[in-house]
């Protein structure tokens, strides 16, 4: 791999895929599609690192062994299984839970071939064909996908999963042999409300304070302390921080997903509105697109174009059974017996937990959720079965 002080590409010598964005997406985009050999690749990243200040995790049923298999030295931190806990009840799953760092994912990008990476390659124009960076430099390209993140407010009606995370050192061992995805336990705050763990070694630990929010806004101030409470009725004591990170991920109640406007290429990642409608988890999707990337025969604008807004489409389709549980969640409902909703969803079956984050639903899971006893008011849930009740 090379970086940003390399000359990109010239007008002659166009490269057959340009990625703009050095994100999750982009990156395992790149690094994929690098696996096939005689491509020229360049991987733009407007900041000067790769990856940005984030954890990415996932269960390691949501992705295929194929995508497995290649994803592996992106992965930091595995676990065998995970906790939950509600105020009534605490639950093991058996489920292995895998993490990939900023860190972890510069490393391995770094150490990959036949790949051109440029740092603090800010870009002023986007099309189907080229790159025009901020210095006036054109890039021409095969093909191009533009993978810079989140649009934000757009085409999907959304609410919020939002976080403060802080990595710590403690003064003494934990003693968490697993990850605690959700502890609910907690009081409950601006929505859902619970405390998310990873623990790293023996005493460094992940803590994020996270919220199932109808706004995006953080008051990080008030999680630090929110956190600092946590450990310490943990009995856990904050010898140093390590790092912090923060972040608000998408919640899908309904909408379309962005549409490829014709002179713009294709999005991939966030940009696309690919993410895990009702855990806003995103590497999974990242990961599968760009292993069915590196699986097409051939791989020019309209090849790509193609094969991307008909996986978007598929997944987004395949998905409205997500949407209508997290508009029960949101709108049936008070905001602060949101938490009920989870709590009955942890008392399921765990093969069927494992296939609902693996978006792998069966017709009979979709009845399981839905029968019994309702964690939100039935005249509620009746309102917003259709996606047309959606105003905002």
């Not at 999707?285 to 990337?293: I, V």
Request: hydrophobic share 40%; charged share 25%.
């Amino acid at each position: 791999m090379t970086h940003g002080t390399t000359t990109p590409g010239s007008e002659s010598q166009p490269y057959d895929v340009v990625i703009v964005g050095g994100g999750l997406s982009g990156c395992l985009t790149a690094y994929r599609l690098s696996m096939r050999g005689q491509l020229k690749i360049l991987l733009l990243e407007a900041g000067p690192k790769l990856g940005g200040n984030h954890t990415w995790s996932f269960h390691e049923t949501d992705v295929s062994a194929d995508v497995r298999d290649w994803l592996a030295p992106f992965v930091a931190h595995r676990w065998s299984g995970h906790d939950v806990r509600f105020p009534a009840y605490h639950r093991t799953l058996q489920g292995s839970y895998w993490s990939v760092t900023s860190d972890r994912l510069r490393a391995v990008m770094a150490a990959t071939t036949g790949l051109d990476v440029r740092l603090d390659a800010a870009v002023d124009e986007v099309s189907v064909g080229s790159i025009r960076l901020a210095d006036g430099h054109v890039l021409p390209a095969k093909a191009v996908l533009d993978a810079r993140g989140d649009r934000g407010a757009g085409t999907i009606i959304r609410r919020y999963q939002k976080f403060l995370g802080q990595e710590v050192e403690l003064a003494s061992p934990h003693g968490l042999t697993r990850p605690i995805l959700m502890d609910a336990s907690v009081d409950q705050a601006d929505g859902y409300r619970f405390i998310y763990v990873l623990p790293f070694t023996d005493t460094q630990l992940l803590i994020e304070d996270t919220y199932y929010a109808d706004g995006p806004d953080r008051d990080a101030d008030l999680l630090r302390g929110r956190i600092a409470e946590y450990a310490s009725a943990q009995g856990w004591s904050i010898a140093r921080l390590i790092r912090e990170e923060a972040g608000t991920l998408p919640i899908a109640l309904g909408g379309r997903p962005p549409a490829f406007e014709d002179d713009q290429p294709p999005s991939i990642g966030l940009r696309a509105g690919l993410f895990h409608p009702t855990t806003g988890y995103s590497l999974p999707d990242a990961a599968s697109l760009a292993d069915h990337l590196a699986s097409l025969d051939a791989l020019d604008a309209d090849a790509a174009r193609q094969a991307i807004a008909d996986w978007t489409a598929g997944r987004w389709r395949r998905r409205g059974f997500y949407r209508l549980l997290n508009r029960m969640m949101f709108l049936a409902g008070h905001s602060q017996d949101r938490w009920r909703v989870m709590a009955r969803f942890y008392r399921l079956p765990e093969p069927l937990i494992a296939r609902f984050y693996a978006d792998r639903l069966t017709f009979a899971d979709r009845a399981r959720l839905l029968i019994g006893k309702p964690p939100v008011p039935i005249r509620g849930a009746l309102s917003v079965v259709s996606e047309r009740s959606l105003t905002s």
